[in-house]
């Protein structure tokens, strides 16, 4: 059973930058990644990684303002987000998945484990 536990959430002003991490217990897992939900809207992903190689995805919202990074040595996988906007308020969850998948892989529907989740905040 593979067990995500996040942290690093909190409250910020626009303009300023958070690190979410995610501590993982790998096991037989390919893929991990971040996706967020605020109220009213539909959980979408963030930016997802390939546990093998690397690879990285990212929404278009949040190029070149956020990074995805694992360390392998700690299983842990790391959100680093900068240039924060308010628009970013949302719980932000740690998603795994193991096996094939069709499609993106920024489609939550492609995980099978999920995180409870770390609530970001972004002020005006």
């Known amino acids: 059973q593979v067990q995500l536990v996040e942290s690093g959430g909190g409250s910020v002003q626009a303009g300023g930058s958070l690190r979410l991490s995610c501590a993982a217990s790998r096991y037989n897992i390919n893929r991990m990644g971040w996706f967020r939900q605020a109220p009213g809207k539909e959980r979408g992903g963030v930016a997802t990684?390939?546990?093998?190689?690397?690879?990285?995805y990212y929404a278009n919202s949040v190029k070149g303002r956020f990074t995805i990074s694992q360390d392998n040595a700690k299983d842990v996988l790391y959100l680093q987000m900068n240039s924060l906007k308010p628009e970013d308020t949302a719980m932000y969850c740690c998603?795994?998945?193991?096996?094939?998948?069709?499609?993106?892989?920024?489609?939550?529907?492609?995980?099978?484990?999920w995180g409870q989740g770390t609530q970001v905040t972004v002020s005006s």
């Open positions: 990684l390939k546990t093998g190689d690397g690879s990285t």
């Open positions: 998603a795994a998945g193991s096996g094939l998948y069709v499609g993106s892989s920024l489609n939550p529907a492609v995980y099978d484990y």
